[in-house]
Every structure is written in structure tokens, then in C-alpha cells.
């Protein structure tokens, strides 16, 4: 009798707590449809095909002046002079040193009197030559004689021409005691001061150009075969290009616009990729030589390949997938290949076909075997994504503002029913322990397999006594 009426007490104690607790949650809206079919989920759909998917790459590189120049001293002399200022920006041929020229103007000047006098040389040994030329059509002068006024008009003519080569030389080294700027640019600082003795191959200064600038950089093998693609209908310096270089300091990065002027014929089997320069029009001076930066070939892209939406892919036990709907629009995980990401689009290499619709819309909610009320997609991934962003930061503000309201709640002391001294929650509180209690012990039943057999235990216990 007595074991009787404690289960009795006991199945009314957990019938209560389980009211408590259905009372306490909210009705799941799938509730009323139980044994149904759950409501199709309107979602964008698409329909995969072959389609060109433009590049969104930048390649690391370092900047540079192909025509940067060093200025070397050619003869050896004092330099004299120096006409410019470090930082000047000279143009092609502008004078820039001076090394001693009146040295080289006087050997100038006696080159130039060698010369003549072996011109006079010359003229005496033709008139001898001829002479004796006709002498011996008279049979006057033996041919003995006759062949040594040849002889001599040729080393008269010979003399001539090494007085002509000494002439040059001497003009050669009085032009390079005058330097030149060989290209226009930004000349630096002067290594050698004014009063010091040079001699050939003395380092002077060097003169940067600044405009145009050029770019080396390392593109990898898939990269160069698809412009080389692309190449077979166009030419190279139809391919744009830009460059970003950052500063030091976070501010906003100086863009150029250029295009690309080499694609190199091989690959390097060390690093797999391939050789290319562009060049980019730097009228400011807005980046430097040696600067690192960022290298973006525009109209690259990838032809006749399936690709979804970033957003359309989640993680599954398997790797990366997509939901693949069938013919009765429910939706099929897909475990996929990835390939290339390509701005918000994503390059599958494998796992699904030509045809075939996958759901691209917020995916992350979805189960399989979830039915889809399929919605037509227009095609804008970028656009997708930025609306998925949107709703995820609109839900995690909603989140918050409940949870900040029921901290501050808490935190109040000075609310009705709160009692300081904790005596009134004591007294009002008795029957709510009961029933916390009780609800607690009908949510851990279900997970108490031996519960009967233990109920059974203590009521023979409480017989016994």
C-alpha cells in the first residue's frame, strides 16, 4: 500500500514538472503538421553551365627603372666642374660635369696638325708617283724607281688615314670630358667632389627615370598558359594592368595604370611559374623605384568552367559540398572538387554537371531531404553575398539587444517583488523549488534507463521499515 502511493506521488510529480515545462516553451510551428510534409523553403536556385569566369589576381613584385643609369668618368683628368644639384631633374644631354677639357682641346689640336702634315705627305708622294709613271713611258727612270714612288704614295696614304684615327680618338675623349645626361630622370647625390682626380670607370652619379616605371614579377604556370590563351587574339600591350603601392603609414595605397609588355616563353621547373615585366606611366612621381607592391593583370580569366557562388558552398562530413536539387526540388548534399576562387565566384572542378541546379541561396541553413521552392537567380555573386552579410549582421544586432536587455534587468535592485533582505523570495518561492525540482528530474528521466527499478528498490525499503 505504501509503495503504491509513493509511485503514485511520483508519476504526479513528474506529470507536473512536464506541464511546467511545456508551458514554459515555445510551440514549434511544425508542431501542427506532425506526420506532414514540412513547407518548401523559397530559395535561389541555379542552373550550372560552361561560363568565362574573370581573374581576380595581384601578383607581388618590386618596382624599377629599367633605363636607371649610372654615370662613369671615360678619361682620366681633375673634375672641374659640376652644373647640377642632387635631386635635380636633368633632361637627356644636359651637361652635368666638367673633367678637364682644355688638356683634351690641345691634344685635339695636334692631332688635327699630324693630320695635315701627313695630308702633305700624300699629295708630294701622288705627284712623285705620277711623275715617274710617265718617266717610264719614256723609258727615262728604271721600274725599280717607278715602284718606289708607288710604294710611297700608299704609306703617304696610309699615314693619312692613322693621322685621322688619332684625330677621332683625341675628339672622342675631349667630347667625354664634357658628361652628359644619357637619359632624362631624378639624378642623385655626387660621388666625387669637384678638385678630385677621375679616371675611367669612376662611379659619378646615377640618374633615375621616374616615368615610365617597370615591374618584374613571377606569374604562375596556369596564370601565363591562359593569358598566352588570350594572347592569340590580341597584342600584348593590349592587356591592362594595375599596380598598388602601399605606404608605410596605412594611407590609401597609389594606384598606376599600365599595361603588360612581356610574358616570358618558358617555366622555371624550380618554381613553376613564368617571367613577366609591365610597364605604368608615373607622371607624379607618386611611387619609387624599390618599392614593393602589388601587381594586378586585368582580363585574365578562366574559360568553359562550372562555378557557383562562394556562398553556396558549406562543409560537410566529406569535405566541401553543395545542395544539388533533384527532380522532386528537394535538396541532395554534393560533395564537390574546388578549384580557383574567383572573386565571390567558386571554380568547381568535379562533382557536379552541366544542368544540374544547385541551391545558392543561404545554403547554410538547409538539411538534406529539406524540399526547396526553387527562385530564379540572376546571376550576381558579389550582389549574394553582400545580402548574406547583411542579414547576419541584422541578426546578430536582434540577438543582442535581448540579451543587453536582460542583463540590465538583472543588475536593477530597485524592481518591484525584488527583496534586499531575501526572505520574501524565500516564502514566495516554496512551491516554485518543488516544482524546479520536479521539473528537473522529468527532463533527466528519459536518460535514467534502471529509473523503475530503483523506484521499486526504495519502496521496499520504506515496507521494510
Not at 594606384?255 to 615585366?277: C, I, M, Y
Request: hydrophobic share 40%; net charge negative; with cysteine.
Amino acid at each position: 500500500m505504501k509503495t503504491t502511493i509513493y509511485r503514485g506521488r511520483l508519476w504526479a510529480a513528474l506529470a507536473a514538472a512536464l506541464l511546467l515545462v511545456g508551458c514554459g516553451q515555445e510551440e514549434d510551428p511544425s508542431a501542427g503538421q506532425a506526420g506532414g510534409q514540412p513547407p518548401a523553403k523559397a530559395i535561389e536556385v541555379a542552373e550550372l553551365a560552361y561560363q568565362d569566369i574573370p581573374l581576380d589576381k595581384s601578383y607581388p613584385s618590386k618596382l624599377m627603372s629599367e633605363q636607371e643609369v649610372t654615370l662613369v668618368a671615360r678619361v682620366t683628368g681633375v673634375l672641374e666642374e659640376r652644373k647640377f644639384e642632387p635631386g635635380d631633374q636633368v633632361e637627356q644631354g644636359e651637361s652635368l660635369y666638367t673633367i678637364e677639357p682644355d688638356l683634351y682641346e690641345a691634344t685635339v689640336a695636334q692631332r688635327e696638325a699630324d693630320l695635315a702634315s701627313a695630308q702633305a705627305e700624300l699629295s708630294r708622294a701622288e705627284r712623285d708617283a705620277n711623275r715617274f709613271q710617265q718617266l717610264a713611258a719614256q723609258n727615262s727612270v728604271s721600274r725599280q724607281q717607278v715602284d718606289q714612288a708607288l710604294a710611297d704614295a700608299r704609306v703617304a696614304r696610309a699615314s693619312v688615314a692613322q693621322a685621322e684615327a688619332a684625330l677621332k680618338s683625341a675628339q672622342l675623349d675631349l667630347d667625354y670630358a664634357e658628361v652628359t645626361a644619357p637619359v632624362s630622370g631624378v639624378i642623385g647625390l655626387s660621388e666625387v667632389n669637384v678638385g678630385n682626380l677621375v679616371s675611367p670607370n669612376t662611379e659619378l652619379a646615377t640618374i633615375t627615370p621616374l616615368d615610365p616605371l617597370e615591374v618584374r614579377f613571377q606569374m604562375p604556370q596556369n596564370d601565363a598558359f591562359e593569358l598566352r590563351r588570350q594572347l592569340k587574339d590580341m597584342s600584348i600591350e593590349d592587356i591592362a594592368a594595375s599596380l598598388e603601392a602601399f605606404s608605410s603609414r596605412g594611407d590609401e595605397p597609389a594606384v598606376l595604370s599600365g599595361h603588360l609588355d612581356f610574358l616570358g616563353s618558358r617555366v622555371d621547373p624550380e618554381t613553376s611559374t613564368v617571367q613577366a615585366e609591365a610597364t605604368f606611366a608615373n607622371p607624379d612621381g607618386a611611387v619609387l623605384p624599390g618599392q614593393y607592391v602589388r601587381v594586378k593583370i586585368e582580363g585574365l580569366a578562366r574559360f568553359g568552367v562550372l562555378a557557383v557562388p562562394e556562398l553556396a558552398l558549406t562543409q560537410g562530413l566529406m569535405g566541401p559540398q553543395v545542395y544539388v536539387l533533384d527532380e522532386d526540388n528537394v535538396a541532395r548534399a554534393r560533395p564537390v572538387q574546388l578549384g580557383e576562387l574567383a572573386g565571390a565566384w567558386q571554380i568547381i572542378l568535379d562533382g557536379v554537371e552541366p544542368g544540374e541546379r544547385v541551391v545558392v541561396g543561404d545554403p547554410g541553413s538547409l538539411k538534406p531531404g529539406t524540399p526547396i521552392d526553387p527562385q530564379p537567380f540572376d546571376g550576381d555573386a558579389e550582389a549574394l553575398m553582400q545580402e548574406a552579410q547583411y542579414e547576419q549582421q541584422g541578426q546578430g544586432a536582434g540577438q543582442a539587444a535581448p540579451e543587453q536587455a536582460e542583463q540590465e534587468a538583472a543588475a536593477s535592485p530597485g524592481e518591484p517583488g525584488a527583496d534586499q533582505s531575501g526572505q520574501g523570495t524565500a516564502e514566495s518561492d516554496g512551491q516554485g523549488e518543488d516544482a524546479a525540482s520536479a521539473t528537473q528530474a522529468a527532463q533527466q528521466a528519459p536518460m535514467n534507463a534502471p529509473q523503475g527499478d530503483q523506484e521499486a528498490e526504495e519502496a521496499r525499503g520504506e515496507g521494510n521499515e
